[in-house]
């Protein structure tokens, strides 16, 4: 069968960076993507799912779940796992870290000293909610 991480498009750029501001987005920002981004909080490259939304996601899911860069051999079980909270969505992106997970459909500028991963995300435990995603 079709496994569950060929359902989701997998998108290799993943931030759009216009001189110094650097922002995500959903499927309307397409053609805007011209680089990866990396989490400078816990080292992972942030993963974008096009056309995808998250549900019932939190920090553990993402933790355990988004693929641990220094295991390769786990990257394809653990993909599968992860995308067991992707909804089909129309017009949005999910992405995620190994420790911060967002859903947007409307350009979210992305600031290097933290940006509010409020209303459609979070971020590890801290009080701050703050998603911490740099060019990478």
Not at 17 to 23: G, I
Not at 114 to 133: C, F, I, M, V, Y
Request: glycine residues 8%; charged residues 20%.
């Amino acid at each position: 069968g079709v496994s569950a991480v060929n359902t989701f498009e997998l998108s290799p750029l993943v931030g759009a960076r216009a001189a110094a501001v650097l922002s995500i987005g959903g499927v309307s920002c397409e053609s805007m993507l011209n680089t990866t981004l990396r989490c400078t909080s816990c080292g992972y490259d942030v993963l974008r799912f096009a056309r995808a939304r998250w549900i019932g996601v939190d920090y553990f899911w993402v933790r355990n779940y988004t693929p641990d860069p220094r295991m390769a051999e786990r990257r394809h079980e653990d993909m599968a796992k992860l995308v067991r909270r992707l909804v089909p969505d129309d017009t949005s992106a999910a992405y995620a870290c190994g420790c911060s997970w967002q859903t947007v459909d409307e350009p979210k500028v992305i600031s290097i000293l933290g940006t509010s991963a409020a209303p459609h995300g979070g971020a590890r435990n801290d009080a701050d909610q703050l998603l911490k995603w740099d060019v990478g």
